[in-house]
């Protein structure tokens, strides 16, 4: 079965479709969607604060 994917993955993958951009092709040898994360993260921590992002980090790496 297929893990659901992170939220900032999630998060990521919407600002990718929301600007027309390809989620899945590689851009610099890695999935596009990963090249929205800092946007992510800047308004994950602007709306839950430093601390739930780092959490949020953590739990990402525990469950690879």
Do not use: C, Y
């Amino acid at each position: 079965m297929k893990l659901p994917q992170p939220p900032r993955e999630r998060a990521a993958r919407a600002l990718a479709r929301f600007n027309e951009v390809p989620e899945n092709i590689t851009f610099e040898q890695r999935p596009m969607w990963e090249s929205f994360l800092p946007e992510v993260d800047a308004v994950l921590e602007a709306a839950l604060g430093a601390d739930e992002l780092e959490r949020m980090k953590r739990d990402e790496v525990k469950k690879q």
